[in-house]
């Protein structure tokens, strides 16, 4: 099978497409014909080799694909080949086939396209699960969502108008910030053109944000933090300025504010039915046709490397796909 392969950590350059052996149906596992992988911001992190997560070289990078099943290990039950089935793998996405643990399969609505499939369980897992879960977001509350016209943040504009909160969505260009209008935000502000500051608050009519969930860190997080509510709660979702804020602990104490950190996958090992439970409401929303995400580009196989240059270097909005 074909497949894009890491030999050795640094430059995206360093993913080349390759010939290799197609994987096994081992015991417990059955092996996916991919046919779409959804791109993440931890791809390109991968390869560089400074994600949390550091698989044993070489390596293909992907986190979650869609796709038919093509053949069950022995022990698996209640799937079969021909089965449509979305899947997280933690790496070896970016290939024709893959193979993964039955327990991580999850079947896709029958309304829901593979390249829909594999841009699903992470970005809008990530808002569901630190907006409900961690955020305890109310209905009628004020929602800052920075970076919102990305895979990511976009979602997050979604799930908090479908929760019933009021979105204010920031973003760096006026074509995102349409998208973010168009998947519920309320209000808008350019933050490259506007004081982020100034506009939350005069938005709130003085109240401020009470959930601001924040990927983007720098000085977007320093004036959202400026903006909150009294009882607000930060959002940190990640860091895609580069600039890790550092926050003085006694301006927590002001107006009674959390910090929140926040990582999707860490629930994968010591509180997966969070997830599980997550995903089944989200496919659920799908299926209702609630929620759905915004696929600005696709590319093939091939041309990986520059499906994960695009999303680094924001030249695209809401979700960035890889074909088979």
């Not at 070896?92 to 396209?113: C, D, H, Q, T, Y």
């Not at 995903?279 to 580009?297: C, Q, V």
């Amino acid at each position: 099978m074909k497949a894009m392969i890491v030999r050795e950590c640094g430059p995206l350059e360093n993913l080349k497409l390759e010939e290799v052996p197609d994987p096994l149906a081992e015991p417990g596992k059955v092996v996916i014909d991919i046919k779409a992988c959804g791109v993440n911001f931890a791809d390109s992190l991968m390869v560089g080799g400074t994600y949390q997560v550091k698989p044993p070289l070489p390596f293909s990078p992907g986190l979650e694909v869609a796709g038919y099943i093509a053949e069950v290990g022995p022990g698996v039950e209640g799937w079969q080949v021909g089965d449509r089935v979305q899947a997280l793998t933690n790496w070896g996405g970016f290939a024709e086939k893959v193979a993964v643990p039955a327990e991580v399969l999850i079947r896709i609505p029958e309304n829901m396209s593979f390249e829909d499939a594999a841009s699903f369980v992470v970005a809008y897992g990530t808002s569901h699960v630190a907006l409900d879960y961690r955020a305890r977001l109310k209905a009628g509350e004020w929602l800052v969502v920075t970076g919102a016209g990305g895979g990511v943040g976009l979602t997050a504009v979604e799930i908090g108008h479908l929760m019933g909160a009021r979105v204010i969505a920031l973003a760096g260009d006026d074509e995102k910030l349409a998208v973010a209008r168009s998947k519920g935000a309320e209000f808008t502000v350019n933050y490259k053109h506007e004081d982020v500051r100034d506009r939350v608050k005069e938005i709130t009519e003085g109240a401020g944000a009470n959930v601001v969930y924040d990927a983007v860190g720098g000085d977007i997080f320093r004036a959202c933090f400026r903006a909150m509510a009294p009882e607000g709660r930060m959002m940190i979702i990640g860091f895609a300025s580069g600039d890790v804020p550092q926050v003085p602990a006694n301006h927590l104490l002001v107006k009674n504010i959390e910090l929140i950190g926040f990582y999707w996958g860490a629930y994968k090992e010591f509180k997966h039915q969070v997830l599980l439970d997550s995903a089944t409401d989200l496919f659920r929303w799908y299926a209702e046709g609630k929620i759905k995400p915004h696929i600005s580009k696709t590319f093939p196989l091939e041309q990986a490397v520059e499906a994960i240059r695009s999303l680094k270097e924001r030249k695209s909005s809401g979700k960035v796909v890889v074909t088979m």
